[in-house]
């Protein structure tokens, strides 16, 4: 499946002149995840990776942790009236023994995933392993060359300059995955997910950089997928420090060129 940027006629405006053009959108389409059959939320997201994207959205919710949690994940057929797949409803069955989460109370956009939960005490789901203990440590020029090592890996931004990125990297700043999407939660859940499938939960000495700033959620969703240090490119969030500062987690924001502000958990850097 191939949706993850479209072609638009537009007019390109410049001093005086008016001409016709083409630009390249990313692409941004809902999906629906099911679980069991029964609804569960609905995501304004970048089409691809959607299997990820529905694994990393249970770990971010405390459902799953290791890949045997979830039984199947696949598309629903027949999501049009004349009988067409969409691609844009997958349904998730997790094994036996394993609870379900309970339902989101709205759709997400591709903005927020928080919006969704019934309340802020239900964001603060408990996490299945603690980044407190992890040891790793980080050399700061290896710290300030994520920015561009994850720049890099943005194929589709190249295309459109309307996508998030999320990466992981080893404390030696190798990447081992990364995502775009319109949505910087999807982006990251994509990361968990893929994380989850290959068997590598908790993510114990990684760096989760973000290309974006740094939100409670995106906090949130490093501890759960037990990441030590989470770098974004632009300014964390009150919320998102001291989330950070109770969970044991370093928080990196304006990461950019060669300098850094370290939020918490400075012994790591």
Not at 24 to 47: D, F, K
Not at 123 to 148: C, I
Not at 225 to 234: F, N, Q, Y
Not at 245 to 251: D, F, I, R, V
Request: glycine share 10%; proline share 6%; aromatic share 4%.
């Amino acid at each position: 499946m191939s949706r993850v940027a479209v072609k638009r006629r537009i007019v390109r405006v410049k001093d005086r002149s008016r001409l016709p053009a083409v630009d390249t959108l990313a692409a941004e389409e809902p999906l629906e995840i099911r679980l069991g059959g029964t609804p569960l939320t609905v995501t304004m997201r970048t089409p691809g990776d959607d299997f990820d994207l529905a694994a990393g959205f249970l770990v971010s919710e405390g459902a799953v942790g290791s890949p045997g949690e979830i039984a199947t994940i696949r598309y629903c057929a027949g999501a049009t009236v004349d009988g067409g797949n969409t691609y844009n409803v997958l349904d998730v069955r997790l094994s036996p023994g394993v609870p379900a989460p309970e339902p989101r109370n709205f759709s997400t956009t591709s903005s927020c995933g928080v919006c969704g939960k019934a309340s802020l005490e239900a964001v603060r789901t408990v996490a299945r392993w603690s980044a407190a203990g992890d040891p790793v440590t980080l050399r700061p020029d290896m710290v300030t060359s994520l920015p561009d090592r994850l720049r890099a890996a943005q194929r589709v931004f190249d295309r459109t300059g309307g996508l998030h990125a999320a990466g992981l990297f080893t404390a030696e700043g190798e990447p081992l995955c990364v995502r775009e999407d319109v949505g910087r939660h999807n982006a990251v859940d994509k990361l968990l997910g893929w994380a989850l499938r290959e068997g590598r939960l908790p993510l114990r000495g990684c760096v989760l950089m973000v290309s974006g700033r740094a939100s409670f959620e995106l906090v949130q969703k490093a501890v759960m997928g037990g990441v030590p240090v989470l770098a974004a490119v632009s300014a964390p969030s009150s919320l998102a420090a001291e989330l950070a500062a109770e969970e044991g987690l370093t928080l990196i924001g304006f990461l950019r060129g060669n300098s850094m502000n370290v939020y918490t958990g400075e012994r790591r850097v």
